[in-house]
Structures are given as C-alpha cells and as structure tokens.
C-alpha cells in the first residue's frame, strides 16, 4: 500500500488528529489520490455544459437512449429498463422511518460538548441518522475533522462518548416528560444500538480545506470525506453488524455517478471489501439529475440502495439551470412546495424510478423530504406547526415514500407515527406507471404555477440569507433561523437551516432583481403596488433595511460579535451574488473563500477575485486561500 508522500496536510493537524490521520487512512488517501484529477475534470465539463446552457439558450435534456452512460459499458435503453445489476436493501436498511440529520460536532466546543451532537442523534429513535459533512457541518477552523472524530468516538463507544450519552438521555428523558408526558428512552445503552448511523459526504463540487497532492492542488472533499469515515469506521461498524452507508450529495449526471462509482469500488479494493459492500442513498438536489434517474440508479449499481427527495437545493438548481430564461421566475419560496408545479413532477420521477425493478427483481428505497420544524415556541404556534409537520408526513407517506427526514431530534417522536400508524417497514415496489421520457415530461420538469411573488417574500428571503451568511462565518452551517420581523414572535418558530436555504434564497432574488419579476400584491411600506417590477434599486432598499433589523437585533437572534465581523461579510456577499449581472454558479464558494476571516476590506478583494476568475474564465475558486504549509 502506498504511503501519504504524495500528500500534503495542513500545519500540524496530522500530530492534532493523529486517530482520524492515520497511517492506514492516509495510505488509502494517498491510494485514491489518483481520482482528484478525474473529479477536477468532471467538474470542469459540469462548469461547460452550465456555460453552454446559458450562452445558447438550451434546456436541460433527457439521455440519447442508444447512447452509453459515461465511464460504463451501460446503455441507456438498458439502464431505463432496468437491465443493470442494483443492491439487495441491508436488513438494517429495510425499515427507515425516519431519518435524522445534523453535524456530529460543533464550533469552537471542547470534545465533550461537540460530541453531545452524536448522543442526541443516537438517541433520538431515530431509524437511521445522516452526520451531515457537507451543507450542514461548520468548516472554520478543522470542524470537518472534529466531525470524523466524534462519529469515530461514538461508533467504537469511546468511554468519552458513553459519559456524554449517559447525561444526554436524562435530558432528553425530562424534556420528553415535559413534551409528551412520558419518558422516550428506556435503557440509553440498547438505544444507542437502534439508529443506523449513515454519513454524508461534501459533493465533488467541493475542495477539502486541509489536504492538497503534493503539488498542491487542493483534494475532492468528496474523497477525503469518504475515505476518512470509512477507513475509520467499517471495522466497529461490521462487527456490530450493520451496513456501512453514506450519502452522496449534488450529483447532476449519471457520468459523475459513475465516478463515484469507480471511487466507491476502489475505496473497497484498497481495504478489502466486496465490491457493493459500502452501500449509498443518493440526494436529489439537481434538476439534470431528474432526467436521469434511471441512469444513475444503473451508473452505481450494487451500492446503490435508494433517493432522497430534497427541497432547498433541488429549487436552487431549476433555478440555476433556468438562469438564462427571463420567462421562469420562481414566486415566494413559502409557495414552492413539494405540490407545487415542478416540484411535484420531479418527486412523481423519482418514485416512479426507484419502484422499477433491476434485473434480479430488487426495487430501491425511496426517502422523503426534509421536516425544518423545531417544537419550541408558543403552545398555539408548536401545535400549528406540528400539525403541518405531521400533515407533510402523511402525504409523503400515502404518495410512497419509505420514511422522511427531520432536522432535529426532538421531531422524531412528532413524526415517526405516521409510518407507525401505517405498519409497513418500506414500499418497496408499490406499482407507479413506469418512466417515459416525452418532451411533455422534460417541460413538467421546470413547470412554473401562477403564486404570490411579494415584498413580504422579498423581506423573508433577505432576512434569512443574511442570517444564514452570517452563522456560516461563525461556524454554524446548521442554524435555527427565521426573518427579522419575526424575532420574539414565539407564535412564528424557528426552522433549522442549512447551505441550501442561503443558495435557494440568493437564487430567488437574483431571479427578481435580473428577469423583473412582477409583484402579485401592493405594500405599503414601500409604496408598490401589484403588477410592479422588482428592480435593482427595490432591492437595495430592502437588503439596507433587513440588514439594519439585524444590526439591532438581539444577541439570542443575531451574536452581537458577529455584527462588526462576519455579518458585514455577509451582506457584502449577498449584495455581490444578487446584483452581478452574471449569475454565478454556487453561494458557497464566496462564503468558503471568506472562511476565518472576519475583515471587510479582505473579503472585498476576495469577493471581486472570485467574480473575475468566473466572468474572465469561467472558472470558480474552491481551494482554501489560507492554506498553510506544515513546517519541515
């Protein structure tokens, strides 16, 4: 096996994360290292077909069918009809109800605070539990390596760990007698062993902080990610039998599934596993991805087990790929359901596409959408909220879906009732029409329906993006946030928040600001009536507004730290995203370059590099800018 030559790894965090860096994980690191320069290139090609969409004009659609998909011997014919090879479901797969998600750390928190994430997720009752290390894990500092630690604490059942789990189920256990009226776990040992613990990997669109090749290009996070969590966990996990599963975020072609693919088989390789033993859900977050189900289902063959259908990043990205299109303007985000036009087709695709079976008869899971919710605030405004929370349930699960996914472990016991009530351990193979691919089904696919577009939305997609900008800066990718007119409204709850709300949100208004959306109400406070254009200069008015309710804003809603640091950062970043005449790709990338710094004028420089780099050469900045060498 090689050794990790070939790498170079920041300052001294080899010596400070010498359990998560070590010299079996580094070896398949420098082992698989040779894949950087193929995600590079995808990468690339994904940045020209973006480019070209945009330039010419040109939909987004479905695969030649005599065509073969990329890096395989697939055709796409044979992939639509399932002549491919998929995965048996694991037994500890086959019921997931409900799914968590969350980081398993937090910022600037001692070991024994950080890790409290893992013993609420694990005692959640959750069925399965998604340690998030893309869109909702914090990367200041070296929290993606604080991340690795905690789950490799937890699933060896470090006695660090088992301290904190011990304290952690008397909360939860009050907390529950107060909500319910009874206690919601019995014996917190037995507990821990009941939730699959499943990890999410950064996309391939993003590079890790900390690792380079020895020439200093930046590593995919993606496999450092992926190789990490692996090599650090696949032993503890077998023995305790159960699968060894991840999520793979962002994924827009059935070309870049198959590059997973190939990394997936040689990560098993490399330690000696049974090509198909590491199994994957698959987020579908990308609107190119939907007209390629089936593909990519074929692309990733026996580890693949199933989809999740999401909501914020799937919007984000019909609107990116609609950029150029003047026509199609997305309303206020409150009415862009998972009924609402577009969103609907694309939840009836992937639930027509895993309910096809493969070769061997095997049909694929299909895991609903995300619950933000937290049941906190006025007892008339949880009730309202958990009554919709639940609502949304029972409609994912009469439309098919095995289970869905929550944001906080306290919506576990609120929700998981519904796939109780029903008594299924999944819905594998419930009989949906099969999959066609006629152009009426591409239009479906970026179906706009008439909604309110108004100021009130405006102020709402604001609020949050900023708000969101700001907790990134700060370290908290996952956030309890709401808009600024709301705080101390205990009738309006928080909603747990990730990446994908600040790109849904910038998306939205760039659309308004660029293609002149058309308000559906009049406002008096700003004097606009109905029928009026969203300008540019309406926009700033609104960005200067919501911006001063936040520099005035409590320090429970808004850390008064933040508000000469990471917030100012955060407006000049929404600013820049919403009035470049050029939309740029990812919201993430202008906060990623601005991570540790809290000066202005810095992020100023960095900002405009950025938009440079893209307007000049289509290309986008995903190294960290502040790497530092270790000293020889």
Same mark, same amino acid.
């Given at each position: ?39 590079? @290139? ?58 968590? *998600? ?16 893992? @013993? ?74 009941? *939730? ?43 023995? @305790? ?178 796939? /109780? ?14 999959? =066609? ?15 309110? *577009? ?66 559906? /109400?009049?406002?008096?406070? =700003? ?94 900045? =995903? ?10």
């Amino acid at each position: 096996m090689m050794t990790d030559n070939n790498l170079i790894i920041q300052g001294n965090l080899k010596e400070t994360y010498p359990d998560i860096l070590n010299p079996e994980a580094l070896a398949v690191l420098s082992s698989l290292a040779s894949f950087n320069q193929e995600v590079k @290139a995808v990468m690339v090609l994904r940045m020209k077909r973006r480019a070209e969409r945009q330039q010419q004009k040109k939909r987004i659609t479905f695969l030649d069918p005599e065509s073969y998909i990329p890096r395989t011997k697939i055709k796409v014919q044979d992939a639509r009809d399932g002549n491919f090879e998929g995965a048996v479901i694991p037994a500890d797969l086959q019921r997931q109800w409900i799914q968590g *998600t969350g980081p398993a750390a937090k910022p600037n928190a001692p070991l024994e605070s950080s890790i409290r994430n893992v @013993a609420y997720a694990l005692l959640s009752g959750a069925d399965g539990w998604m340690f998030d290390g893309e869109d909702a894990l914090g990367q200041i500092k070296a929290m993606s390596l604080d991340n690795q630690r905690n789950l490799k604490l937890a699933i060896s059942k470090d006695p660090v760990f088992m301290k904190v789990a011990a304290q952690i189920a008397t909360e939860m256990n009050r907390w529950a007698m107060d909500f319910f009226g009874h206690s919601i776990i019995d014996n917190w040992e037995e507990q821990l062993t009941f *939730t699959t613990k499943i990890f999410r990997a950064r996309g391939l669109h993003l590079d890790d902080r900390h690792i380079c090749e020895s020439n200093g290009v930046a590593m995919a996070a993606s496999i450092v990610d992926m190789t990490l969590y692996v090599v650090n966990n696949y032993k503890a996990l077998q023995q @305790a039998g159960a699968s060894v599963v991840l999520y793979l975020p962002k994924i827009q072609t059935a070309g870049e599934a198959a590059l997973w693919n190939e990394m997936l088989t040689a990560l098993e390789n490399q330690i000696g596993l049974a090509v198909g033993t590491l199994k994957v859900y698959v987020l579908v977050e990308q609107l190119e991805a939907t007209y390629q189900l089936m593909e990519i289902r074929a692309a990733l063959g026996k580890h693949f087990v199933g989809y999740n259908t999401g909501r914020w990043d799937y919007i984000n990205s019909v609107s990116d790929a609609m950029a150029w299109d003047d026509s199609f303007i997305n309303p206020d985000i409150e009415a862009i359901t998972m009924t609402y036009g577009y969103m609907r087709h694309y939840e009836d695709r992937v639930r027509r596409a895993v309910n096809t079976p493969d070769k061997n008869g095997n049909f694929a899971l299909w895991q609903g959408g995300m619950e933000p919710n937290i049941p906190v605030g006025s007892a008339e405004g949880v009730s309202a909220s958990m009554k919709k929370a639940v609502g949304g349930a029972e409609r994912e699960q009469r439309e098919g879906a095995s289970g869905k996914w929550v944001a906080h472990w306290k919506m576990v016991h609120i929700v998981r009732p519904v796939w /109780e009530k029903a008594g299924q351990a999944n819905q594998l193979g419930r009989n949906f029409p099969p999959l =066609t691919y006629t152009q009426q089904d591409a239009d479906h696919l970026i179906l706009i329906e008439p909604a309110p *577009t108004t100021i009130r939305g405006a102020r709402n997609l604001l609020s949050v993006a900023l708000q969101y900008g700001n907790a990134f800066g700060q370290g908290m990718q996952a956030a309890a946030l709401k808009p600024a007119d709301f705080f101390g409204n205990e009738d309006v709850l928080y909603l747990m928040e990730d990446m994908a709300t600040g790109e849904i949100r910038l998306s939205i208004l760039w659309e308004w600001v660029h293609k002149g959306a058309v308000l559906t /109400e009049a406002d008096e406070e =700003t004097d606009t009536q109905a029928g009026g254009i969203f300008s540019a200069a309406l926009f700033d008015r609104l960005l200067k507004e919501e911006y001063e309710k936040l520099l005035n804003a409590r320090n429970k809603d808004v850390y008064d730290s933040s508000k000469t640091t990471t917030l100012p950062i955060s407006r000049e970043i929404v600013a820049s995203y919403v009035r470049n005449e050029v939309k740029m790709p990812w919201f993430i990338d202008l906060l990623n370059i601005n991570l540790n710094n809290m000066a202005l004028e810095e992020a100023r420089k960095r900002i405009q590099m950025y938009r440079e780099a893209f307007q000049n050469e289509g290309a986008r900045i =995903t190294k960290n800018i502040d790497f530092i060498r270790p000293e020889k």
